[in-house]
């Protein structure tokens, strides 16, 4: 394992802060005591290995990121077992999708090694603050969110020469405030997150950034999330403001758009398609159309809808809501949808097999 500098938090959180926190975290709103840190340069590669305390970064304000959002994140969690152990699920998928993101956004490549040696050395330091979930439905979690910056300073527009990665812990209830409960999906009739030819499939600020106004507009709706089309001939599902979508037929199939320049190639996503024979579906990676949808719920072909991502794991779809018309799936989540979560849940906390290896011990 790579050696990391460990410059340790002489000031943690007190325990009695840490164990409320861990009671009801929220998503995303508390932090650990410590972050890891390592810093590129041109000349010198990556460098400087180390878990330092939590705290602000000292940017210059003509770095690079916070002009030309330089800028890539990834999102994973540690899961804590009932021996006590705290694993996580598929970090080299992390890795990978972390460098092809980089590729896209003009970032240098950061090896498998140094990827999950951050997360391995950051969870070990703030251990304490892996929640252990209460039930089988609990999806407490640490979420942990790698992130890459351009820091270098200067007003030209070109890559930056100076890069500094770091990851972040926090503790993570439901990422939706209803928990499984179904969430209503707004369909955004004409804004877009992402093109062909652009930044969709890539895990960087810039798609969440362009994603705002329509989650303001699904808040308007009393939406929780948002849906976004094509960007050319405003028909075929894209994906979520920050998480992928799923359908279920009556004829037993897990259908999901197919990967493309907009479409982020979801690790949850990715798992769900390869479980779904073991759930007796069958995966199929397509374009669908609204329309589709829309017939096909009508008829009662399409039965079930869901929201997957690392942070959203599996939330049921009650209902896509659009200027025109609404799709309603009911209140109840969706019988499918439900045993996918049991499953996934199940191996990320240890009581399902991991017949894939899918596990990672931090
Ligand atoms: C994740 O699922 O990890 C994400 O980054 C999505 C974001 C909406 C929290």
Known sequence: MTDFTVLKNLQPQPELVRENIKKDPGFGQY???????????????????????YGPLLLDPAAAVLHYAQEIFEGLKAYRHADGSVWTFRPERNAARINKSAERLALPQLSEE????????LVSLDQAWVPTPESDADESSLYLRPFMIATERFLGVRASHEVDYYVIASPAGPYF???????SIWLSPKLKRAGAGGTGFAKCGGNYASSLVATNEAAAKGCQQVLFTDSVENKYIDELGGMNLMLV????KLLTPALSDSILDGVTRRSLLELAPQLGLEAEERQISIEEWREGAASGEIVEAFACGTAAVITPIS?????????DHGEEAGEKTMELRKTLLGIQYGRVEDKNNWLVRL
Not at 114 to 119: A, E, G, H, K, Y
Not at 249 to 252: A, E
Not at 319 to 327: G, N, R, Y
């Open 319 to 327: 209902k896509l809501v659009s200027e025109d018309f609404t799709i």
């Open 114 to 121: 140094d990827f999950i040696d951050s997360l391995k050395h």
């Open 177 to 183: 405030s209803g928990g499984i409960e179904p969430v």
């Open 31 to 53: 932090f650990t005591d410590h972050m890891a840190h390592i810093r590129y340069t041109i000349g010198d590669g990556w460098q400087g290995h180390e878990v330092r305390p």
């Open 249 to 252: 037929t009556k004829s037993g």
